[in-house]
């Protein structure tokens, strides 16, 4: 917020001179701080509040004969001015049934690709990312803004700092219904919303946060005894790409290529790892974890195996339900020349036991959005220098 505006009101000045002594009376109308009633009425005008709908109810459905819907939606928070968001609040309408809610921001770049999704506000079933654009555009050009789950409503963010958001922009909130929770009758209809607090771009004395994306690729062979049609790595990349888009194999090729890897004959591991060399000085204020329901444990390191290595992120016990920021207890400065590891484990025996995945096809599982593929993916909120 911009610093408090401090009023001075010029000294009335009285002298009274007596002989044999000077005294001096001096009234003051001081120094006047109007802190307590100028600057609360400054904030008040200064910030704004953007309320985003889901367009209309939406009626949640299994499906493929489980018990989870994924389902995206675009919603208008209708911002009338370049902002800095200062908080997001979630308002998921049907509790009981809302399992977790992550909300992605919608550029001008975008606009007409979600909203041809959307289909007038009907959503699309989705997991991951939005699925706007390819595996990597959506997480590029579609970042997280904030993430909700049970106990957690309101997410404020660092101090000192905000998340762009420009006029006209649209969000993508992705809700994840859990229908185990109904035990009889039939399934509410949800119409959820979210709240922007903003503060106006220009003039604000926040700093901007920008996303920093660390992917590693993902190569995860069916378990020991485990036998199936797309335990072959070759075929599972087909059904991937049929499943979503050619594109997608393409993808979980260059990874490997990326992270110094065969791209088309690479090792199965149940640990991804990838380094990658930092090219822009810039700070980490906080830092997120993104996986999909094989993933186990997450770590981001600064320089690994050097003196003076750094954790930029752990989540030994990651959870698909909760992949809420953690903000550093001191921003970690980034250098050109710098190495950030980003390294994840998965369990790839749990495709038999989660609900949403045991009655699928066992498969080898590579980088990909659908609910049957992975990723390794740390994002690092991050001030540029």
Same mark, same amino acid.
């Given at each position: ?104 921001? +919608?550029?001008?770049?975008? =606009? ?39 106990? =957690?409503?309101?997410? #404020? ?24 929770? +109904? ?7 949800? =119409?959820?919303? #979210? ?80 380094? =990658? ?33 750094? +954790? ?40 038999? #036991? ?32």
């Amino acid at each position: 917020m911009p610093c408090e505006k401090v009023y001075r009101i010029p000294f009335m000045k009285s002298l009274r001179i007596a002989l044999g002594s000077a005294l001096i009376t001096t009234s003051l109308f001081g120094l006047l701080t109007l802190s307590s009633t100028m600057s609360s009425a400054h904030a008040a005008s200064a910030s704004q509040a953007f309320t985003a709908t889901m367009t209309s109810p939406y009626q949640p459905a299994p499906v493929n004969g489980g018990t989870d819907d994924y389902r995206c939606f675009v919603i208008d928070p209708h911002i009338t001015k370049n902002s800095i968001i200062t908080s997001v609040t979630f308002k998921p309408q049907q509790k009981l049934i809302v399992h977790h809610m992550i909300l992605f921001q +919608i550029t001008q770049k975008d =606009r007409s690709d979600a909203l041809a999704l959307d289909k007038n506000g009907a959503g699309w079933s989705c997991f991951g990312g939005t699925g706007v654009g390819s595996s990597f555009s959506s997480f590029l050009t579609t970042p997280w803004l904030s993430s909700w789950a049970p106990g =957690r409503n309101t997410d #404020v963010m660092p101090a000192g700092y905000g998340t762009t958001i420009s006029k006209n922009d649209l969000l993508v909130v992705q809700v994840h219904y859990n229908l185990l929770a +109904i035990d009889f009758g039939s399934t509410p209809k949800d =119409r959820s919303s #979210v709240v922007l607090n903003t503060v106006p771009a220009a003039g604000s004395k926040l700093k901007p946060l920008f996303a920093d994306l660390f992917p590693a690729p993902v190569e995860l062979a069916c378990p020991q005894g485990v036998t199936g049609d797309l335990c072959d790595r070759g075929k599972s990349l087909i059904d991937l790409a049929r499943r979503t888009s050619s594109a997608s194999a393409v993808e979980a090729a260059g990874l490997n290529l990326i992270c110094g890897q065969s791209a088309f004959n690479p090792t199965p591991n149940n640990t991804s790892t990838c380094d =990658r060399t930092i090219t822009q000085n810039e700070t980490v204020i906080k830092s997120t974890p993104h996986m999909h329901l094989l993933g186990t444990s997450m770590k981001m390191i600064l320089n690994p195996g050097k003196p003076g290595e750094k +954790i930029l992120l752990d989540r030994p016990h990651y959870n698909f339900d909760d992949q809420s920021p953690t903000v550093l207890s001191k921003p970690i400065a980034l250098k050109v020349g710098d190495v950030v590891r980003v390294q994840c484990t998965f369990d790839p025996a749990l495709r038999s #036991v989660l609900p949403q995945l045991k009655k699928a096809a066992p498969r080898y599982v590579t980088w990909g959005e659908g609910s049957s593929d992975e990723m390794c993916l740390g994002v690092l909120g991050v001030a540029r220098n």
